[in-house]
């Protein structure tokens, strides 16, 4: 079983930046593709940014230029750089995982975070 502990939402003035990490543990073997989500109030969750093993990077147009994500595959542990915020940013933020067990090193099973909440207001 897999495990994602999220960190690094709260209260932020617009204009200002904030960082969301993500940490993997547990029955890993390997994590393929990592991406952050987010869900607004009355709203359907949606993609804000995916990275795969090798480091390719795909945005929502919402962010691009403003955010960015990165990864530390030692660390099994996804980040979010977040600039520049806006008042539409406000949401829950989810951490998204594809990984592998030892018992099914093959098998990628997708797996969230609990969510942490970001709220941008003055």
């Known amino acids: 079983q897999v495990q994602l502990v999220e960190s690094g939402g709260g209260l932020v003035q617009p204009g200002g930046s904030l960082r969301l990490s993500c940490a993997a543990s547990g029955n890993i073997f390997r994590i393929n593709a990592m991406g952050w989500y987010c869900q607004a109030p009355g709203k359907q969750r949606e993609l804000v940014a995916t990275?795969?093993?090798?480091?390719?990077?795909n945005y929502a147009d919402s962010v691009k230029g403003r955010f960015a994500i990165s990864r530390d595959n030692a660390k099994n542990t996804v980040y979010l750089q977040m600039n520049s915020l806006k008042p539409e940013d406000t949401a829950v933020y989810y951490c998204n995982v594809w990984s592998s067990s030892w018992s099914k090193p093959h098998e990628y099973l997708e797996v969230w975070g609990q969510g942490t909440l970001v709220t941008v207001s003055s």
């Open positions: 990275i795969s093993r090798g480091g390719n990077t």
